[in-house]
């Protein structure tokens, strides 16, 4: 199961949530009982790496979801002075990963760059 590419826009003060279904090799729904989930984002400037389910919650049931909470990403500089991640947007300053673990064998299922950008309100 490789772990697919998509990039995610945190706003700066407001509640990000995403549900993810996980499907196998066949693209057939894969059967997450007895699974955990883990999403860290690592910002590429200080390295400095957050467990999501620390500052917010990461679940499993049918589908993986996460949600990170507005007192959180208030707290997140944004990447530019943009409302929205453009073309001009040249980088994300931080990347994620989201895995799935059972008995020790960890599974990746997403990656990407996790834009922030400013809340208009």
Same mark, same amino acid.
């Given at each position: ?14 509640? *990000? ?12 729904? *894969? ?37 990170? /909470? ?14 929205? /991640? ?36």
């Amino acid at each position: 199961m490789a772990a697919g590419k998509l990039d995610i826009v945190l706003e700066q003060g407001g509640t *990000f949530e995403m549900s993810l279904q996980v499907l196998d090799d066949n693209n057939a729904v *894969f059967d997450l009982t007895g699974y955990t989930a883990i999403m860290k984002i690592v910002d590429k400037i200080t390295n400095t790496i957050v467990d999501v389910s620390t500052v917010g919650s990461v679940s499993v049931s049918d589908k993986v979801y996460i949600k990170i /909470p507005d007192e959180y990403t208030a707290t997140l500089e944004s990447d530019s002075n943009e409302y929205a /991640p453009s073309i001009r947007t040249k980088y994300a300053n931080r990347a994620y990963e989201i895995a799935i673990t059972k008995d020790g064998d960890i599974k990746k299922i997403a990656r990407g760059n996790a834009y922030v950008v400013r809340r208009i309100v």
